[in-house]
Nanobody, 111 residues
């Protein structure tokens, strides 16, 4: 079983930055895919960014050039650096580690 603790969400003005963190513990050995998804009320959870064990990354078109996903293997932590934030980035952001989800962290971007 994997335990995930997310942090870093909050309220920021448009154009600002936030960094989300997702610390993993438990049965994480051998998990090769981590990432971030987001969800707004009444809508499906959608991909924001993925990172694989080899370092390859995938981004949603809407965040390319603004968001960066990274990982620190020594801390079993995945990060999402979010720059140039827009009001449409407002959502609950969920960390994915293998098949396990974090509890979600709210990101609100004011115009």
């Amino acid at each position: 079983q994997v335990q995930l603790v997310e942090s870093g969400g909050g309220l920021v003005q448009a154009g600002g930055s936030l960094r989300l963190s997702c610390a993993a513990s438990g049965s994480i050995f051998g998990i090769n895919l981590m990432g971030w998804y987001r969800q707004t009320p009444g809508k499906q959870r959608t991909l924001v960014a993925l990172i694989r064990s080899g370092g390859a990354t995938t981004y949603a078109d809407s965040v390319k050039g603004r968001f960066t996903i990274s990982r620190d293997n020594t801390k079993n932590t995945v990060y999402l650096q979010m720059n140039s934030l827009k009001p449409e980035d407002t959502a609950v952001y969920y960390c994915l580690w293998g098949g396990s989800w974090g509890q979600g962290t709210q990101v609100t971007v004011s115009s």
